[in-house]
């Protein structure tokens, strides 16, 4: 199993969960979350005074799906979140040692 | 004799005033970071509670009561012995005097939360409580006295303040100055952000604000008559005005016409419009008004430069729209009064008179309070609390929360 981790802008969450689900991922679990890469941050202006916000809004995508659909969900993400503009975000892939459903005590792959 | 339609209008224009306040709190309250949203909510409410009892015990009678010199209410009205139903024949002499009483008390509330504005985010309550007593007492009453009472100096000269420049706005605006000087700036400013944590709550604050204005202005004409048509009138069309011009300004300096600029532009042109509303042509308004927005802008911008940390441009807004408006009055007058427009020369120079005098008073008699205060219980919270946020040291409690 494996867990995705994708930051991504936030206007882009719906065709990016829209586009996972029709590839057959059931769940996930989103945060709005607030960063910075390259792109960095921007200014806001307040009453004339200048203010650099550094981090940025982003959304964070978290699922754990079984290996084989690992990389097909990751090709799936940059594709629905690509702006081709700065500041498009990363996906990051990591191992997963074990799920369980709370409700039925479940694990491993039939938890997912 | 009582007249049923002032006294409806006059309790009215005082539950107008009293809306006032809260609305300042959201006003205020939103322009700050969200860990002292409640501290800077209360500072407005708490002069509701405060000042409410003040005034029935002493506020009144110093600033209405039998005028000693010119200067100052004798202690005639203490616990407001002798106000009651029948009409006092000084004031407002058609509504029983406990309704010209509750009126004014709605002015002496909300004088000294305008000055919160400039204190946020560092004071230490109890200080702050004590300093808005203080301040009533030895600021509020003797100024009100002095140019609304019946004896009273200012107004004797025949400085024209029709709903508050003077009292309300210049008296606050000033001392908001001096607090921010003695108090010193915020931890981190201006370097670190100091962005408002959720402007939709100062959005619906000013829009409260806007409306109890009507009471403000209007209800200082003491009647349901021609003044309080006129200074119902004046007031929306200076609002409209300052918004419109404080956001133009904006908009050409900075590329962007902002929320924040609009309504810290209304407000201005209430300010402004205070002392004038009911003296002045719907037209006098408008460039009275215009004046505010672009005057106000100017001054919170020059804040950068000067490096005070007036947090809320309680100065920018209140002292200096207060003095371009008790300085325009003398300018525009036209109705019951005559101004420089009119050819008074006279007028203009007794309102930079009453300006100066107001500066000079509420300005020493400011940093007198704050230094005893100082001396005897501190000023600021401790730096660990600035940092913490004042909502969960001062009081235990925070504004938003998760779950």
């Known amino acids: 199993m494996k867990k995705i981790e994708a930051v991504i802008k936030p206007f882009k969450l719906d065709d990016v969960k829209e586009a996972l689900v029709s590839i057959g991922v059931h769940g996930m679990t989103i945060t709005e979350v607030r960063g910075f890469g390259r792109q960095k941050g921007h200014t806001e202006v307040y009453r004339g005074a200048e203010y650099t916000v550094d981090f940025l809004p982003k959304v964070k995508i978290e699922m754990v799906v079984p290996e084989d659909l690992a990389s097909k969900v990751a090709e799936t993400i940059c594709n629905a979140a690509k702006t081709g503009k700065i500041g498009d975000g990363k996906i990051f892939i990591l191992p997963v040692e074990e799920v369980m459903r709370i409700r039925t005590g479940e694990t491993g792959k039939d938890a997912l | 004799m009582i007249s049923g339609a002032d006294t409806a209008w006059l309790l009215v224009a005082s539950a107008l005033v009293m809306l006032m306040t809260p609305g300042l709190a959201f006003f205020y309250g939103g322009m700050v970071r969200s860990k002292n949203v409640l501290n800077t909510l209360f500072l407005s409410f708490i002069a509701l509670a405060v000042i409410t009892l003040e005034w029935v015990v002493i506020g009144y009678s110093m600033a209405f009561g039998r005028d000693i010199g010119g200067f100052i209410g004798g202690l005639n009205h203490l616990f407001l012995h002798g106000v009651g139903l029948t009409p006092s024949p000084n004031y407002a002499s058609t509504v029983p005097v406990l309704v010209f009483m509750i009126f004014q008390m709605m002015f002496a509330i909300i004088t000294p939360a305008l000055i919160s504005g400039a204190l946020v985010e560092r004071m230490k309550f109890s200080a702050y409580v004590w300093f808005i007593l203080l301040w009533a007492i030895l600021v509020y009453n003797p100024v009100c006295h002095w140019v609304w009472a019946k004896g009273g100096w200012l107004g004797k000269l025949g400085a024209l303040d029709f709903a508050g420049g003077t009292v309300v706005h210049i008296n606050a605006g000033i001392s908001a100055l001096i607090v921010a000087l003695v108090l010193g700036k915020r931890k981190g400013y201006p370097s670190a952000n100091f962005v408002p944590h959720n402007l939709t709550l100062t959005a619906i604050g000013a829009g409260l604000l806007w409306f109890g204005w009507f009471g403000f202005n209007a209800g200082s004409a003491l009647g ?6 006129l200074a119902f009138v004046t007031t929306h069309i200076a ?65 950068g430069k000067f490096g005070y940390d007036d947090s809320l441009d309680a100065f920018g807004v209140h002292g200096v729209g207060g003095i371009w408006g008790a300085i325009a009055t003398g300018i525009f007058a036209c109705h019951n009064a005559t ?53 969960l040291t001062s009081h235990g409690e925070t504004g938003y929360k998760l779950v």
């Open chain 2, 239 to 303: 609002a409209a005005a300052a918004s419109f011009s404080w956001l133009m300004a904006e908009w050409i300096h900075v590329g962007k016409p902002s929320t924040l600029g609009a309504v810290s532009g209304l407000v201005a042109g209430l300010v402004a419009i205070t002392p004038a509303a009911g003296f002045v042509s719907p037209i006098g308004a408008i460039f009275i008004g215009l004046g505010a927005g672009v005057i106000c802008y100017i001054s919170v911008l020059l804040k």
């Open chain 2, 224 to 229: 349901a008559n021609q003044t309080a048509a």
């Open chain 2, 339 to 391: 101004g420089l427009l009119s050819g008074n020369v006279h007028q203009f120079i007794v309102q930079v008179i009453a300006v100066a005098v107001s500066i000079v008073y509420a300005g020493f008699m400011t940093f007198v309070i704050l230094k005893v205060i100082q001396a005897i219980i501190g000023l600021r919270v401790e730096a660990e609390e600035e940092v913490t946020g004042l909502d």
